[in-house]
T-cell receptor
Framework: AQKITQTQPGMFVQEKEAVTLDCTYD???????LFWYKQPSSGEMIFLIY??????QNATEGRYSLNFQKARKSANLVISASQLGDSAMYFC????????????FGGGTRLMVKP | AAGVIQSPRHLIKEKRETATLKCYPI?????VYWYQQGPGQDPQFLIS???????DKGSIPDRFSAQQFSDYHSELNMSSLELGDSALYFC???????????????FGPGTRLLVL
């Protein structure tokens, strides 16, 4: 079974609007971390935001926020005020703390920001 | 701020040749991870090292080996290269091996390997 599912292969958003990228996960661990990374066309993998399973508050980092719904096992990324430079591939990833320190990635969502 | 350095950035090899990829973690980071990203795929974990010892092992082929040196840099050695090894190889580093769950992995720019 897929551990991380990103159901939106591609999305368009108008510049300056907000957009939500979906991520659901599957784990039996109580302790885990969820991460979002951005991969522009140049290929590098840029860390955006982290949410721990025991964190009570939703994580925020500048224009990025995480809508964490633990009971539903979802960790959606919200990007506010989209910019043209936000056009990229976005990956959701999970680390299960009792299963080693590797990240398991979802299939990614390609976001395209329209001017 | 200093980032993870990978070299070379691009590499072209023939089938059955060998390749060595190098990774220099962020200063003070003690854990290094290797990931492989095939075309149009998500990154797949290969192997990690903490304090120069192998920490976790993922889907790394037996033809590949890796180590972390005393200065914390790491090398991924790939032998008997196959066409299917063509991919983007990422190295990531973190401070701590993830036992608290909060250690973020910061990725390097990747080495793009093409096997002909």
């Amino acid at each position: 079974a897929q551990k991380i599912t990103q159901t939106q292969p591609g999305m368009f958003v108008q510049e300056k609007e907000a957009v939500t990228l979906d991520c659901t996960y599957d784990t039996s661990d109580q302790s885990y971390g969820l991460f979002w990374y951005k991969q522009p066309s140049s290929g590098e993998m840029i860390f955006l935001i982290y949410q721990g399973s025991y964190d009570e508050q939703n994580a925020t980092e500048g224009r990025y926020s995480l809508n964490f719904q633990k009971a539903r096992k979802s960790a959606n990324l919200v990007i506010s005020a989209s910019q043209l430079g936000d056009s990229a591939m976005y990956f959701c990833a999970m680390r299960e703390n009792n299963a080693g320190n590797m990240l398991t990635f979802g299939g990614g969502t390609r976001l395209m920001v329209k001017p | 701020a200093a980032g993870v350095i990978q070299s070379p950035r691009h590499l072209i090899k023939e089938k059955r040749e060998t390749a060595t990829l190098k990774c220099y973690p962020i200063p003070r980071h003690d854990t290094v991870y290797w990931y492989q990203q095939g075309p149009g795929q998500d990154p797949q974990f290969l192997i990690s090292f903490y304090e120069k010892m192998q920490s976790d092992k993922g889907s790394i082929p037996d033809r590949f080996s890796a180590q972390q040196f005393s200065d914390y840099h790491s090398e991924l050695n790939m032998s008997s290269l196959e066409l299917g090894d063509s991919a983007l190889y990422f190295c990531a580093s973190s401070l701590g091996r993830g036992t608290s769950g909060k250690e973020t992995q910061y990725f390097g720019p990747g080495t793009r390997l093409l096997v002909l």
